[in-house]
């Protein structure tokens, strides 16, 4: 697997290009010790009650002398420095969870991909932003957020753009509800010469199908649901498949039934031109044939929060880590997973920053450090 480039979008949090599963982080340095209150003295340590002495170790008994004194302070300080190493823990545990819950979910960065996949002409060229998993709501996705992320969408320029699915947020943690319509309208302001294209993923099924169909053709926005349409002008043509959700019905105790289509969709291209392929769950992808040149998923949010040797278990996908995020080859067949926007059953994101993908097809390859899978 591999990673493309990224950099921050307006993100004073995250600094310099990022790459790959793990960025390192700069903390802030933790605040000074509160000023002295009248009659404390400037000491960190208490003063000296009554009878107590000036050191902060207690005298010697009799009989100890300086080798009883010694002994007695060097167990106190192994003490101290236990019980201080302790509370350092605490303290990196605390900074790491307000920043996963606080900072690094309002971030923003662009990850960029270049690739030449056997099925696309190698001087064809293409340019796509995919948004993923937008989950409009607070915490994470407030409305102005939703803006910022149109606004540098629309910076990128591409030819063309793809929305892959989860619209909304509908988890016990929203403090903000972004109406359908409102939501919509800022998608409406996407631009790119051969049009904004969606799918839908579970989370619209689940909680709000109707109101997100309503909502994505009011604002024109056409949704492929086991469809193909044909893009670009002569000698520059290609397929754009989407198929429908694989998760769409929650069956219980873990078993869903979705209303994806993929050889119907297939059937519906009718000429030798390339075929992108929109899919909200990766799953699929070893059932996609190398007739399809690259395949572009979501879901995943790249595992979210990405804990070193757990995270794995985070991932919504039953192959794990396999297809949970970034450029993936197998059998010479391409898929890109964007770790997407915002959040699901809880509102908290580290190590994979909210992300809009911006991929160029017949472009030189951008160098990405090799990766299996994180």
Request: proline share 10%.
């Amino acid at each position: 697997m591999g990673y493309g480039t990224r950099a921050a979008v307006n993100a004073p949090f995250i600094t310099g290009a990022l790459r790959g599963p793990m960025n390192t982080i700069a903390t802030a340095e933790p605040p000074p010790y509160p000023p002295p209150q009248a009659g404390e003295g400037s000491s960190i340590f208490p003063p000296p009650q009554a009878g107590e002495g000036s050191s902060i170790f207690p005298p010697p008994q009799a009989g100890e002398g300086r080798e009883g004194a010694r002994a007695a302070k060097a167990r106190i300080t192994r003490r101290r420095i236990l019980t201080g190493g302790a509370g350092l823990l605490g303290l990196s545990a605390a900074a790491t969870a307000v920043y996963a819950g606080a900072i690094e979910p309002q971030g923003l960065v662009v990850t960029r991909y270049a690739l030449n996949p056997p099925g696309w002409p190698a001087a064809r060229k293409l340019s796509i932003t995919v948004i993923a998993d937008l989950h409009a709501g607070g915490p994470d996705m407030t409305l102005s957020h939703i803006r910022q992320v149109v606004d540098a969408a629309n910076q990128l320029q591409s030819d063309l753009v793809v929305l892959l699915g989860d619209y909304i947020a509908r988890y016990r943690f929203v403090t903000e509800r972004v109406p359908d319509p409102v939501w919509a309208a800022e998608l409406a302001r996407l631009h790119a010469p051969l049009g904004t294209w969606a799918i839908l993923g579970n989370h619209d099924w689940w909680f709000d199908l109707f109101g997100v169909r309503r909502v994505l053709a009011d604002v024109r926005i056409p949704v492929l649901e086991n469809d193909a349409v044909m893009l670009g002008a002569a000698g520059q043509r290609f397929w754009l498949a989407g198929i429908g959700d694989q998760l769409a019905y929650r069956l219980g105790h873990g078993r869903f039934r979705g209303v994806d289509d993929l050889p119907g969709t297939l059937s519906r291209v009718s000429t030798d031109d390339p075929v992108l392929l929109l899919v909200h769950e990766p799953d699929i992808f070893p059932r996609v044939p190398a007739r399809v040149a690259l395949t572009l998923a979501g879901h995943t949010h790249g595992g979210q929060i990405r804990l070193p040797l757990i995270w794995p278990a985070f991932v919504p996908s039953k192959f794990g880590a396999r297809f949970a995020y970034g450029h993936i080859v197998e059998d010479d067949r391409h898929m890109i997973v964007s770790g997407g926007l915002g959040t699901s059953i809880i509102p908290a994101r580290l190590g994979v920053p909210p992300e809009i993908v911006h991929i160029e097809l017949g472009a030189p390859s951008l160098p990405s450090p090799a990766s299996g899978g994180g």
